[in-house]
Each structure stands twice: as structure tokens, then as C-alpha cells.
């Protein structure tokens, strides 16, 4: 039976590099990653703040329906085609299939928040990390990538992060089965998560 596990986390709190390293550890089993990231809607469709500037921090800014419908065809065995999301860009999406064997890894921000998700989860992992350090990690990423100014990066992490996160992440902290700190702490907790996931779901 496939197994599901699901990893939420604040924006730059590491997700991804904690992902990359279960599928590392989990090559054998060959884990398929299903991400958030490629559920946003189209710009248009996205909520805006009372300055015009677009929110995609709150729940809404996802697809929630279509998330739950393909993590649901994953678990029957079945593929399912998406597209990689660009970011604040025009460009042109690329195309990808997804298909589960015996390990789903779902990550987002809104993975304990939705129900339909939340229902199908085997295993939870929050992903903390100091919010000072977040916003480094923001910054940079956002620059590089995504194509934002360091002003617009911290007006949204004051605006939509903060106040988001407190409303739509935080209150799932002490509802997980292990919660991940990504500071020096790292080494000693991905051990131990992975003492634990062999333990709980028989890895």
C-alpha cells in the first residue's frame, strides 16, 4: 500500500532541502514528490491587498480541488499530468507526469490545512525555522528566481507571510507526528526522522 507523507513548513524554512534528502534516503523506494508550488492559479485569479498587490499566501491562491483529485488518482495508481508553475513570469510551463509506487511525499505550505490532504496523510513533518532566517532565505531566493525586488519581497513577508502563516501554518505545529528544526539541529532531528519513519511506516 502507498504510503503518504506530508511536509508543511513557513516559506524559505527548508522543505525543499529536507525533501531532497528523503528522496536521497528513499531512492530504493522511489518516493514521488507531489509540490504545491504547482497548483497555483493563474495571475488573474489570484487575490489582491488593499494596495493591489497580489496575495499568494493564503489557501485560496492554490487549486485545493484539483490537488486532492490528483493526490486521490495517485493513490489508485494512476498518472497524472501537470505543469511546473513559473512565478511571476510569462513563460512558458513545462509538462511532467507523476506517478506513485509505494511512497507519496506532498509539500506545501497548506498540507495539514486542506482536508481532503490532511485525511490522506501517514506521516507529518513541520519544518521550522527561525523567521529572521526565513526571510534571508526569501530574499535570496525570490532575487534570483522569481524575479521580485528585495522592497516587494519584504512588503509581502510583512503583509501576506507573517500574517498567513500565523492564521494557516502555525496551528498545525503541535498537530504533527515529528517536527523538523532546520538549524543546527538538523543532522541529529533527519536521523531521527528517519529512525522514525522506518518505525511507523515500516521503510
Known amino acids: 500500500m502507498t504510503k503518504v507523507i506530508g511536509i508543511c513548513g513557513g516559506s524559505g524554512a527548508g522543505k525543499t532541502t529536507l525533501i531532497n534528502a528523503l528522496k536521497t534516503k528513499l531512492d530504493h523506494l522511489n518516493p514521488c514528490v507531489l509540490s504545491m508550488d504547482n497548483y497555483y492559479k493563474a495571475l488573474e485569479k489570484q487575490a489582491k491587498d488593499e494596495n493591489g498587490a497580489t496575495n499568494f499566501d493564503l489557501p485560496s491562491a492554490l487549486d485545493e480541488d484539483k490537488l486532492t483529485h490528483d493526490l486521490n488518482l ?3 495508481g494512476e ?3 501537470l505543469k511546473e508553475y513559473s512565478f511571476n513570469t510569462q513563460e512558458d510551463e513545462n509538462q511532467f507526469v507523476l506517478s506513485a509506487e509505494e511512497i507519496i511525499i506532498v509539500e506545501g505550505l497548506f498540507t495539514l490545512h486542506y482536508p ?7 506521516y507529518s513533518i513541520y519544518v521550522d525555522l527561525d523567521k529572521e532566517e526565513q526571510l534571508k532565505r526569501r530574499i535570496k531566493r525570490d ?10 519581497i519584504r512588503y509581502q ?3 501576506h507571510v507573517l500574517p498567513c502563516y500565523a492564521q494557516f501554518l502555525q496551528p498545525y505545529k503541535n498537530e504533527v507526528d515529528f517536527v523538523f528544526h532546520n538549524d543546527d539541529r538538523s543532522e541529529a532531528d533527519f536521523q ?3 529512525r522514525e519513519l522506518q518505525l511507523e511506516l515500516n521503510f
Open 157 to 159: 513577508w510583512t503583509h
Open 143 to 152: 532575487t534570483q528566481s522569481r524575479g521580485y525586488s528585495e522592497e516587494m
Open 116 to 122: 481532503g490532504v490532511k485525511a490522506k496523510l501517514d
Open 79 to 81: 498518472e497524472v499530468h
Open 74 to 76: 495517485l493513490l489508485k
Open 192 to 194: 531521527k526522522l528517519m
